[in-house]
């Protein structure tokens, strides 16, 4: 399923505006039984309540090693599609590093960092929580791109709590984006900033995200990221 994808398309669109919706990467099955995990505390290495950080309302637990299956199969084969875009987007910007192939690779070198803990998450929001807008970076060693997927169904599971991007241009207001998905649809994006271009050149674009206020229901959402966390 993953190698099917128009990565072209996929790799097209967050160039031009940082972000790209990938629909239905899961089918409902599998995002009903990947909600179903949020009960089993077992799984997890620790749980956030966002209002005690100041990071909105609701909360998230982040996964322990060894990940589920699913969710390890979706860091593992995504990855190397997402590499060479990264890659392509520090040499627009000028940054030394680059990115290796396979995922292995690249979390080894989170891991001799001391970047030991890994990321992918569950979220969960009730009516009136919401997620500020913010970067997922936990380290030196960050992945450049990230991947939300919502798991529950707009209008039958919850209303409200949209998936909102805001873009930081030098010397310009900021813009925000929201961007619509169904369940099981993915929105792959930019976990700190994107190349754009301009008029004298490349230049470096501030990307932040975050979710708006939930009005009814129950929202979860599944965060893979890549790089793991210090």
């Known amino acids: 399923m993953v190698d099917e994808l128009d990565w072209q398309r996929i790799s ?12 239905r990467l899961l089918e409902p099955e599998q ?24 990071y909105g309302k609701g909360e998230y637990q982040y996964f322990k090693y060894p990940l589920p299956e699913l969710i390890a199969s979706l860091r593992t084969s995504l990855y190397p599609h997402l590499a060479p875009i990264a890659n392509r987007w520090n040499e627009l910007l000028k940054i030394d590093v680059r990115f290796p192939n396979a995922h292995k690779d690249f979390i080894e070198r989170c891991h001799a960092a001391g970047q030991l803990r890994p990321t992918p998450l569950l979220l969960q929001y009730q009516a009136g929580d919401y997620n500020c807008l913010h970067q997922d970076l936990y380290g030196e060693h960050v992945f450049p791109l990230q991947i939300a997927i919502l798991l529950s169904q707009p209008g039958r599971d919850f209303t409200g709590g949209e998936f909102i991007l805001t873009e930081q241009r030098p010397r310009m207001q900021s813009r925000a ?9 993915a929105v792959v994006f930019a976990v700190h900033h994107r190349p754009a271009q301009g008029t004298r050149g490349i230049y470096r674009v501030n990307m932040r995200h975050g979710v708006s206020r939930l009005r009814s229901g129950r929202r979860h959402t599944l965060g893979v990221i890549f790089h793991d966390a210090a």
């Open 12 to 23: 097209d669109e967050l160039g031009i505006q940082g972000h790209a919706v990938i629909s």
């Open 31 to 54: 995002c009903r039984s990947l909600v179903d995990l949020y009960a089993d505390q077992a799984l997890f290495r620790s749980r956030v309540i966002m209002s005690r950080h100041g």
């Open 177 to 185: 984006e929201v961007v619509p998905l169904a369940q099981g649809d």
